[in-house]
């Protein structure tokens, strides 16, 4: 994507934003970040952001990002002079956490060279304020990062590797790469807002039962009848919602890897195309944009807390097992337990706190994922787009439905905490 400017007063700095923060997504999807690792990375970058926004005195419209969550505690004084453009330096800022986060974060370098460029050149900033942004940039970037690696992510590699458990109903790597679990000690990070994750444990799944009649069985053959009559509407809703970075194709002994968008790139970019919808000033955008990154954090922790405390097969492996050991799902199953649906936790949370922040009903067109090949989608609000991800899990054979609907709820009781301590 390339960022054009017009002139300062006229700059549309929601657009902005989107285009230039998607440099960061296209270093995720080349790293193949799993879907919490990526939500961790979006709400460190957003928040960068946010706080440069902070530290040159904006007033937001909603409460600090910063009440009630853990990072309340922490030192954000920031020392840097008072900027030219605190848009640019909170543009700058959000690209150097990229940089410092990612694996492939060198990538960024150019990107911050050319921003620094494009905005020298459209007068946003000049060569001589130049300095003052980059150190104020940097100086919140460092802070952010100190954050960063307090948060447990720098501990995961020292913990007790997974183990597939032997007996009937437990997860077993799927086809078509039997890729391992991952991340299965994720509940280990900080969350920002959840003070107990246990405050948002799902209700319990329905038993490994494979008599005719249980729930399991019901659940197992819905998915089964589903995926086997799907018309080409819920085809397209099943793709559209995919965003499993995962994806593997062979041709002939050879892997591939799909590119593909993570459930929370998707929600990122659902919420700067909000952002550029309602014309927002670049103070609520960093705004919204820090508010959602930071509740997928979150919203990631207790689904993956759930997935390995329920440590749940797959319809695919059941399927496979049981009855027909040819079937498989219209989508890939992803690599981790099923119960809860990780789109419906992430999806409903972001939507219950983009649904507060803009309001019920508030229809968009969602573009996110035409750079992965697949066409818009209108949506008439928030929640509903949420719902439609939700059941997309089914169509596409991933998911049992009481994990989609256990998983809304989750979603919307975690959202609506988040949202609520912003608004007493």
């Not at 104020?136 to 913990?159: F, I, R």
Request: negative net charge.
């Amino acid at each position: 994507m390339s960022t054009s400017f017009a002139k300062p007063q006229e700059t549309n700095w929601p657009k902005i934003y989107k285009e230039e923060f998607f440099h960061i997504t296209e270093v995720m999807v080349t790293d193949v970040a799993s879907p919490p690792v990526a939500a961790r990375i979006y709400a460190y970058t957003n928040l960068a952001a946010y706080l440069v926004i902070k530290s040159q005195g904006a007033e937001f419209q909603n409460k600090d990002l910063l009440e009630h969550s853990y990072l309340s505690s922490h030192d954000w004084e920031i020392r840097s002079e008072k900027v030219q453009s605190p848009e640019f330096a909170a543009v700058l800022a959000f690209l150097k956490v990229g940089k410092a986060i990612m694996p492939s974060g060198y990538l960024l370098e150019e990107k911050q060279s050319e921003w620094i460029q494009k905005a020298i050149k459209a007068k946003i900033i000049s060569k001589k304020t130049l300095q003052a942004h980059i150190d104020l940039a940097t100086e919140v970037a460092v802070k952010v990062m100190d954050v960063a690696k307090k948060d447990g992510y720098l501990q995961l590699s020292t913990l007790t590797r997974y183990t597939p458990q032997k007996g009937e109903g437990f997860w077993y790597p799927t086809p078509p790469a039997y890729i391992a679990a991952v991340e299965p000690e994720w509940k280990t990070i900080k969350p920002f807002y959840i003070q107990n994750l246990e405050d948002y444990k799902p209700a319990p799944m329905a038993p490994f039962d494979m008599k005719e009649g249980s729930s399991f069985h019901t659940q197992l053959m819905e998915v089964y009848n589903t995926t086997n009559e799907l018309n080409e509407e819920r085809k397209l809703i099943a793709n559209f919602w995919d965003c499993n970075p995962f994806k593997v194709e062979f041709s002939g002994h050879m892997a591939i890897g799909v590119k593909k968008i993570s459930p929370g790139g998707h929600w990122i970019g659902i919420t700067g195309i909000a952002a550029q919808k309602a014309n927002l000033s670049f103070t609520e955008t960093a705004y919204v944009h820090a508010l959602v990154g930071l509740t997928l954090h979150d919203a990631f922790i207790s689904c993956w807390k759930a997935k390995y405390d329920t440590d749940r097969i797959r319809p695919e492996t059941v399927i496979n097992q049981k009855f027909d050991q040819r079937w498989r799902p219209l989508l890939q199953t992803p690599p981790f337990p099923e119960y809860t649906s990780g789109h419906s936790v992430i999806s409903r949370a972001s939507a219950v706190v983009l649904t507060g922040y803009f309001g019920d009903n508030f229809d968009f067109i969602d573009s996110s994922e035409t750079y992965f090949g697949l066409p818009e989608r209108p949506f008439p609000s928030f929640l509903y787009a949420s719902e439609e991800a939700a059941i997309s899990r089914l169509y596409g054979g991933i998911h049992f439905r009481d994990a989609i609907e256990e998983g809304i709820k989750q979603g919307e009781k975690i959202g609506t905490m988040i949202w609520s301590n912003l608004n007493q």
